[in-house]
């Protein structure tokens, strides 16, 4: 008995094929099969059994399984110590996005990061550009990341790192809206358009200051979900504004369910995405090996 043969049982335990466990474990459906015919030859008993419907366990199996389950658990918890021991990039990284990058960015960069550190515990939660940066400049949060206008001057009380990414804003509309052949789109051209209003702090800032000269928008429906205000506009029910990078490879613009127009002032800023740092933290390398995540994030 060796852990190889318990991770192809607690494989094919969980995908119930035979085949699709192989796929996934990169080895040869016999190959597998063999070895896990050798550890029922070694325990005495069956552990699968297979019908038209998949691959799955035998009563014996059902009862061994919990055991088999723990001792690979047991292992993982012994290779995350021994990988604690060899490195100082360990302990807990508290991190604070937009919703931009959280929806984009975030998921794969810490994906590959725990992937390669799973002895560091990560927190994230979302939340406007204001707050994080508050949030980091308190000591809440180690890495706040937000965006920033490039004509903005540096005025932020923490450090800022960049992550070489920019981005800049584009209106959402129905297909076939008339507002698609133009070049670009002014905010005041479309002011009495029904406004699907992206909820959040940038975009009311943005708004509201266009409002205090040209009046108010017709707003019809607020949302904090990028994904709800796409449906939203691919329903016809309203325009909507959001950055770039929101919309890359969404399925509503492969399915040609709405299409995107250039912006005018005020969205016709590019926005740089940071990471934020107060120095001086305890896990300073924890932090920088997260960012360098980020940036390298393809």
């Known amino acids: 008995m060796n852990f190889e043969q318990l991770a192809y049982v607690k494989t094919v ?14 080895i040869s459906q016999s190959a597998m099969s063999q070895s896990i015919a050798n550890l029922e030859k070694e325990i005495g008993y069956k552990l699968f059994e297979r019908s038209r419907k998949g691959t799955f366990l035998t009563e014996e199996g059902q009862r061994l399984i919990p055991y088999i389950l723990e001792i690979l658990e047991s292992q993982n918890d012994l290779l995350v110590e021994v990988q604690n021991m060899k490195t100082d990039i360990a302990g807990t990284l508290k991190i604070a996005t ?3 990058l959280f929806h984009k960015i975030v998921p794969k960069a810490l994906s590959h990061f725990k992937n390669d550190y799973p002895q560091v515990d990560v927190e994230v939660k979302e939340a406007d550009r204001e707050d994080i940066v508050d949030m980091v400049d308190k000591g809440d949060i180690d890495i706040g990341l937000i ?16 992550l070489n990414l920019t981005t800049k804003f584009k209106l959402l509309v129905p297909k076939k809206s008339k507002l698609t052949f133009r070049d670009y789109v002014n905010l005041e051209e479309i002011q009495d358009y029904p406004f699907i209003l992206y ?12 409002e205090k ?3 108010p928008l017709k707003i019809v429906f607020k949302t904090t979900n990028p994904i709800v ?10 325009i909507g504004i959001v950055s770039n990078l929101m919309v890359e490879n969404e399925h509503f613009f492969n399915d040609e369910m ?3 127009v250039s912006l005018g002032k005020p969205f016709d800023a590019a926005i740089s995405f940071l990471a934020v740092v107060k120095d001086g933290k305890h896990n300073e390398k924890t932090i920088q090996e997260f960012i360098n995540y980020l940036k390298n994030n393809e």
Request: proline share 5%; hydrophobic share 30%.
């Open 258 to 260: 709405i299409e995107a």
């Open 147 to 162: 965006g920033k206008p490039e004509t903005e001057e540096n005025t932020l009380p923490v450090r800022e790192i960049s």
């Open 229 to 238: 205000l796409m449906r939203t506009v691919a329903e016809g029910l309203g």
């Open 213 to 215: 000269t040209h009046g």
């Open 199 to 210: 909820d959040r702090g940038f975009y009311h800032h943005q708004l509201k200051e266009f």
């Open 98 to 100: 937009i919703p931009t």
């Open 13 to 26: 335990y969980e995908m119930e094929s035979m085949i699709h466990a192989s796929e996934k474990m990169h």
